[in-house]
T-cell receptor
């Protein structure tokens, strides 16, 4: 069935460094790729998303890239700060449905 | 932006009792809402899709008689965990979608069955 692989599962970076999280999806019909940040004891919050007609999207320190041919998409966080520490989930969704497949999550720790 | 409110945030109940969790879309109408379960340090597992005015669609392996879902209005879906047991203890999260805007998640409910 469809699945989304996410790597790494944990990531520690020094404050100010960049962090990159990668996801690979299997369903070639997927056309929407959101990224969520989840802090302890809270629900996931959408931080950025990208659609299949776009290769890259940026919002301040956060960017997402998409390679449709390879079925890869990545989250890039620059100038990381301690408050960026959280679990990040990628997801992939198909046309006409909100039934998204989530990655397994990446626990990001930004060391001060 | 879209806001989804989920209550309660925490609940402790005794084995054998039932617990109801509410999910409300505050500033938009949601014909479809979703219920997830999340175990510690794991990803979100979709339990069911809640459809306004019709029966919920459950994922494989999810007992529909145990996890009752009601979506009586365009802004409210409820999940009732019936005859709860300690193994039902988990973090339950709802979400609602808008066309072209993706999901918005609720803040989650930590259920502990003792």
């Amino acid at each position: 069935g469809e699945n989304v692989e996410q790597h790494p599962s944990t990531l520690s970076v020094q404050e100010g460094d960049s962090a990159v999280i990668k996801c690979t999806y299997s369903d070639s019909a997927s056309n929407y790729f959101p990224w969520y940040k989840q802090e302890l004891g809270k629900g996931p919050q959408l931080i950025i998303d990208i659609r299949s007609n776009v290769g890259e999207k940026k919002d301040q320190r956060i960017a997402v890239t998409l390679n449709k041919t390879a079925k890869h998409f990545s989250l890039h966080i620059t100038e990381t700060q301690p408050e960026d520490s959280a679990v990040y989930f990628c997801a992939a969704g198909g046309p006409g449905t909100y039934k998204y497949i989530f990655g397994t999550g990446t626990r990001l720790k930004v060391l001060a | 932006g879209a806001v989804v409110s989920q209550h309660p945030s925490r609940v402790i109940c005794k084995s054998g009792t039932s617990v109801k969790i509410e999910c409300r879309s505050l500033d938009f109408q949601a014909t479809t809402m979703f219920w997830y379960r999340q175990f510690p340090k794991q990803s979100l597992m979709l339990m069911a899709t809640s459809n306004e005015g019709s029966k919920a669609t459950y994922e494989q392996g999810v007992e529909k008689d145990k996890f009752l879902i009601n979506h009586a209005s365009l802004t409210l879906s409820t999940l009732t965990v019936t005859s709860a047991h300690p193994e039902d203890s988990s973090f339950y999260i709802c979400s609602a979608g808008q066309i072209n805007y993706g999901y918005t998640f609720g803040s989650g409910t930590r259920l502990t069955v003792v």
